[in-house]
């Protein structure tokens, strides 16, 4: 089966930084995906992983081990849009077929 | 370039009825995939389609509903008799081919009410 964990809800101030990680258990690997969806909205494509190490892009980065079948998504300088559920998806390798995660809200406060 | 579009984004059923949600794919690109999502529960994949093919419809429930993507014209997702549980958003994605590593674009969304 495909198992994916993030932690449900992340409280973050204005201004900080907050990492919000993913741990998967897959029975294919094709690379790892972070979107960002705010409430009523559609996901965002932020970031994908496939090779082992940081991927920086502006104020986020997203890291992956896949030895440790484990990845989180860093965002810095934190403004308030930055408030929304953060999606983790693995690629298991079926035709570009994603696993999602439940999502990790974050709400960033003053 | 325009998203992928998806139409209509909210909708609403009486028990029993037929819901038709409709997804135009981004130019260019000839791989659709829709995927619900409950509430309070992650993205769910249901079916992946080409131009005239259903390549993997293993998250699709057995009874009631069916996908298409004809040649011409937006792919299709149809649930008959929809029940109360089928009230959730339904998101259609597109990517140019089906290659390890190519980003999925979603549309906004169809919002499926039952009452």
């Known amino acids: 089966g495909q198992n994916i964990d993030q932690p449900t809800e992340m409280t973050a101030t204005e201004g900080a930084i907050v990492q919000i990680n993913c741990t998967y258990q897959t029975s294919g690997f094709n690379g790892l995906f972070w979107y960002q969806q705010h409430a009523g909205e559609a996901p965002t494509f932020l970031s994908y992983n496939v090779l082992d190490g940081l991927e920086e892009k502006g104020r986020f980065s997203s890291f992956l081990s896949r030895s440790k079948g484990y990845s989180y998504l860093l965002l810095k300088e934190l403004q308030m849009k930055d408030s929304a559920s953060y999606l983790c998806?693995?690629?298991?390798?079926?035709?570009?077929?994603?696993?999602f995660g439940t999502g990790t809200r974050l709400q960033v406060t003053l | 370039n325009a998203g992928v579009m998806q139409n209509p984004r909210h909708l609403v059923r009486r028990r029993g009825q037929e819901a038709r949600l409709r997804c135009s794919p981004m130019?260019?690109?000839?791989?659709v995939y829709w995927y619900r999502q409950l509430p309070e529960e992650g993205l769910k994949f249901m079916v992946y389609?080409?131009?005239?093919?259903?390549?993997?419809e293993s998250g699709m429930p057995k009874e009631r509903f069916s996908a298409e993507f004809p040649k011409e014209g937006p792919s299709i997702l149809r649930i008959q008799q929809v029940v109360r549980g089928d009230s959730a958003a339904y998101f259609c994605?597109?990517?140019?081919?089906?290659?390890?590593?190519?980003?999925?674009?979603f549309g906004e969304g169809s919002w499926l009410t039952v009452v």
């Open positions: 389609l080409q131009k005239e093919n259903i390549i993997d």
């Open positions: 994605a597109s990517s140019p081919t089906d290659s390890s590593g190519n980003t999925i674009y």
């Open positions: 130019k260019g690109h000839s791989h």
């Open positions: 998806a693995v690629d298991t390798g079926t035709a570009s077929k994603l696993t």
